[in-house]
C-alpha cells in the first residue's frame, strides 16, 4: 500500500488547512496511522495518530487545534489544522503501521505558516 500526503501550502498565522493522506488500498488493515512533522533543522516528531480501534493522540503543542480523522470509504487520513502558528511550520509525513511490517510513509507535504 502506497501512501500519497496532499494539501501543504503556504497559510497566514491563525489561519487553517487540511491535509490529506491517500491509500492506494484498504487503510483497514492499518493497526496504527498518524503524522510527523519536521521543522527546518529539526528532527521529524510526531504530530498526531489514531488506531485502528480508533484511539487518538496528540502531541501537547497541536492539542485543541489540529484533528486527526479517517475516510474509511475513501481509504483516506486527515489532518484539520486550525490557528496555525509559524512554529507550525514543516513538511508533514503520513504514516502507516502493518503488523510486523516496515511503516509505511507518504512523500511529505509542505507547510509554511507566516507571522
Known amino acids: 500500500v502506497q501512501l500519497q500526503a496532499s494539501g501543504g501550502g503556504l497559510v497566514q498565522a491563525g489561519g487553517s488547512l487540511r491535509l490529506s493522506c491517500a491509500a492506494s488500498g484498504s487503510i483497514v488493515s492499518f493497526n496504527d496511522m498518524g503524522w510527523y512533522r519536521q521543522g527546518p533543522g529539526l528532527q521529524r516528531d510526531m504530530v498526531a495518530s489514531?488506531?485502528?480501534?480508533?484511539?487518538?493522540n496528540y502531541v501537547d503543542s497541536v492539542k485543541g487545534r489540529f484533528t486527526i480523522s479517517r475516510d474509511m470509504s475513501k481509504n483516506t487520513l486527515y489532518l484539520q489544522m486550525n490557528s496555525l502558528k509559524p512554529e507550525d511550520t514543516g513538511i508533514y509525513y503520513c504514516?502507516?503501521?502493518?503488523?510486523?511490517?516496515?511503516?509505511?510513509w507518504g512523500q511529505g507535504t509542505q507547510v509554511t505558516v507566516s507571522s
Open positions: 504514516y502507516g503501521d502493518l503488523y510486523r511490517a516496515p511503516r509505511h
Open positions: 489514531i488506531t485502528r480501534g480508533g484511539i487518538i
